[in-house]
């Protein structure tokens, strides 16, 4: 396995091939053909005399040894990448870039229309937008599987970077026309009433269920469900009111009958934080996007 017998090019071609787990995805991020693809990673499987990765579906799924070798190679490829990059600036007008994002449900609905509108000039920019369990994040992330990730704030090792993007305050809807919806919002009216929760859990109290906790108060949680869209549409046709963020809750108040009223109570905010592995903060196709993120946040 001397370094003089291996092709360097061919480990941009691994890590790619590792990064889309799919042979037909990479030759597109590679600018290649399919066929160029499968090549070079027979050359490697015959230098490793390892598969290095078995197909599943769809998936190319990378064998112990290759995981063990990506683990060791990244640094090293990544200073190499980043050399590289310091000479070469980005030209978001010009240049191909898929950018992938993990996003929640709500943050689909808040980010992406205002973020594909600011890229509508760039037609050669691609976005891919997904949900992954938070558990992988930082995983996905140093793999480079990730661009970025946008989330509430989460325990991170110092090898991923965060900042705060957005400080979003809670506010409560209601159906058009209910009861609630005249005059002040009292605690003891909003407790009297029957809640939504939105929550990906099947058991626990929300972040505003903590603060009512401090204050001596809880509510009753009549339905507990698990997307904001879904529960609009309950409240919509309902006497149950819903506690959300104020971002999405105008952006379902624009197409929905329903009224969004003021807390109570001063409900602690969701801060919603973009999530990047330090590894490769300074390249310039990454600078940038983390820019627009911003711009829009």
Not at 173 to 188: C, K, S, V
Not at 218 to 231: G, N, P, S
Request: with cysteine; charged share 25%.
């Amino acid at each position: 396995m001397a370094l003089n017998r291996l092709d360097l090019n061919l480990l941009h071609v691994f890590d790619t091939i590792y990064r889309e787990g799919s042979l037909t995805r990479a030759a597109k991020a590679l600018h290649l053909t399919q066929p160029a693809v499968s090549h070079s990673l027979s050359r490697l499987r015959e230098h490793f005399d390892d598969p290095l990765f078995t197909r599943q579906g769809n998936q190319m799924i990378p064998t112990p040894l290759a995981r063990r070798f990506l683990e060791s190679m990244r640094p090293g490829l990544t200073q190499i990448q980043g050399a590289v990059n310091q000479f070469h600036a980005f030209d978001p007008a010009t240049q191909r870039k898929t950018y992938s994002l993990a996003l929640r449900d709500i943050l689909e609905s808040t980010f992406l229309p205002q973020l594909m509108q600011r890229l509508d000039q760039y037609p050669e920019l691609e976005i891919v937008s997904q949900r992954i369990p938070r558990r992988d994040m930082e995983t996905q992330l140093a793999a480079g599987k990730l661009d970025f990730a946008v989330d509430v704030l989460l325990p991170v090792s110092n090898q991923t970077a965060h900042e705060l993007l957005r400080r979003d305050r809670l506010v409560v809807l209601a159906r058009a026309g209910h009861p609630l919806a005249e005059g002040e919002l009292t605690m003891d009216r909003y407790i009297a009433a029957q809640h939504v929760l939105v929550s990906s859990r099947t058991e626990g109290p929300g972040i505003e269920d903590f603060e009512l906790s401090r204050l001596g108060v809880q509510r009753h949680i009549r339905l507990r469900c698990q997307h904001y869209y879904a529960a609009c549409r309950v409240v919509e046709g309902t006497d149950l009111l819903l506690t959300m963020p104020e971002t999405y809750a105008r952006i379902i108040a624009e197409r929905a009958n329903i009224s969004i009223l003021t807390p109570p109570a001063d409900l602690p905010s969701l801060d919603v934080h973009l999530y990047w592995h330090k590894a490769y903060e300074r390249e310039p196709a990454l600078i940038w996007f983390r820019e627009q993120l911003r711009h829009i946040a």
